[in-house]
């Protein structure tokens, strides 16, 4: 079992950048595919970004892509969202997400796909 602690949430003006950090628990860190999903108010979850065990397969949302980076540490046990040119449609509760993955390159855009789940963190973009 894995435990998530999302991090580096706040408030920032449009056009500037954030980064969100996930702690995860637990040795078997690099086995696992991650996530990133969020949810805005009256909305439903919605995939952001992916990441595979290695680091080395990432996938994103079109609203997202060319302005976010997902990555990851896995001596740290972290994966990371760089978010750049943030507009006020990004604001929302950001989750990390995890998943053992059934193999290198494999991620997941899913929520349904995921088995662990931090408890998010605020992200606010004023205009």
């Known amino acids: 079992q894995v435990q998530l602690v999302e991090s580096g949430g706040g408030l920032v003006e449009a056009g500037g950048s954030l980064r969100l950090s996930c702690a995860a628990s637990?040795?078997?860190?690099?086995?696992?595919?991650m996530g990133w999903f969020r949810q805005a108010p009256g909305k439903e979850r919605e995939f952001v970004a992916a990441?595979?065990?290695?680091?080395?397969?990432?996938y994103y949302a079109d609203s997202v892509k060319g302005r976010f980076t997902i990555s990851r540490d896995n001596a740290k046990n972290t994966v990371y969202l760089q978010m750049n040119s943030l507009k006020p449609e990004d604001t929302a509760v950001y989750y990390c997400?995890?998943?053992?993955?059934?193999?290198?390159?494999?991620?997941?855009?899913?929520?349904?796909?995921?088995?662990?789940w931090g408890q998010g963190t605020q992200v606010t973009v004023s205009s």
């Open positions: 637990g040795r078997t860190f690099r086995s696992y595919a």
């Open positions: 997400a995890a998943v053992v993955a059934r193999y290198n390159g494999r991620y997941y855009s899913e929520s349904y796909e995921y088995d662990y």
């Open positions: 990441i595979s065990w290695s680091g080395g397969n990432t």
